[in-house]
């Protein structure tokens, strides 16, 4: 509807809006500010994508649906705050979004989905809610800020490159329900020095851990039966690592800068 009026500086909703369709706002780039009405249900696939401009949003509490790529590429977008009534962020919804610095996410939020946050470049830290079961595939990959992170005991998935470079985790707190880490899941968390992995993973992805280059030791739990290609590649600083009686394999390369160092 309004998709690369490139003046447009701002824009009030009214009451009766109940819907905002795909990239109904997509490259607004002059676009500061939105308010929307207390109707608002929807908010479609890319509405907002490329408003370089917006610097902040709040999502009334009838917004129940946000589309992939709905704030995709907001440079500017330092804060934002979901209702309750969200229960999924999904499929790169504020990607690229690096001047991101702190949300609030509902505690009805149950899946971050794949991209959501990737390379939000300023975002710190996180904590998700005790709801969320899933962390999908590189949600936060790239968020170099971001220094600490609380997983809910509600997480079971931490999906194939979720925390991907993210060069600045010094720590990660996982709940007790996690069961798997995906491939390259922590790969390149260059400050990250220790991880307690919960007693009920059962899988940890190949090369997981690769690049954790401060990472001094690690306990794997009892359920691990192997240790996977390149899970700890390159961790220069890894001295010692503890292994379950379960371990029954380990492949090569798995240890390699330990042992080939």
Do not use: W
């Amino acid at each position: 509807a309004f998709a690369g009026c490139t003046c447009l500086a701002s824009i009030t909703l009214g009451e009766s809006v109940t819907h905002i369709g795909k990239h109904a706002f997509h490259a607004c780039i002059s676009l500061v500010n939105i308010t929307m009405g207390g109707s608002v249900t929807h908010i479609g696939e890319c509405a907002l994508q490329g408003c370089t401009s917006l610097v902040s949003i709040s999502l009334d509490k009838s917004v129940v649906d946000l589309g992939d790529g709905a704030f995709e590429g907001c440079t500017s977008l330092a804060s934002v705050s979901l209702c309750e009534s969200v229960t999924q962020i999904g499929f790169s919804v504020f990607r690229g979004c690096k001047s991101l610095v702190s949300i609030t996410l509902g505690e009805s939020v149950t899946h971050i989905g794949e991209n959501a946050f990737e390379n939000c470049a300023s975002l710190a830290s996180i904590t998700l809610g005790e709801s969320v079961t899933h962390v999908q595939e590189r949600a936060f990959a790239g968020c170099t800020c971001l220094a600490s992170i609380t997983l809910g005991e509600s997480v079971t998935h931490i999906g194939n490159y979720a925390f991907h470079a993210c060069s600045s985790l010094v720590s990660i707190s996982m709940g007790g329900s996690a069961t798997h880490i995906g491939n390259y899941a922590f790969d390149g968390c260059k400050s990250l020095e220790s991880i307690t992995v919960s007693e009920s993973v059962t899988h940890i992805g190949s090369f997981a851990f690769a690049g954790c280059t401060s990472l001094a030791s690690i306990a794997m739990p009892e359920p691990i039966p192997r240790i996977k290609e390149g899970t700890f590649r390159g961790c220069v600083s890894l001295a010692s690592i503890t292994v379950g009686d379960s371990v029954t394999h380990i492949e090569n390369p798995a240890v390699r800068a330990l042992v080939f160092s």
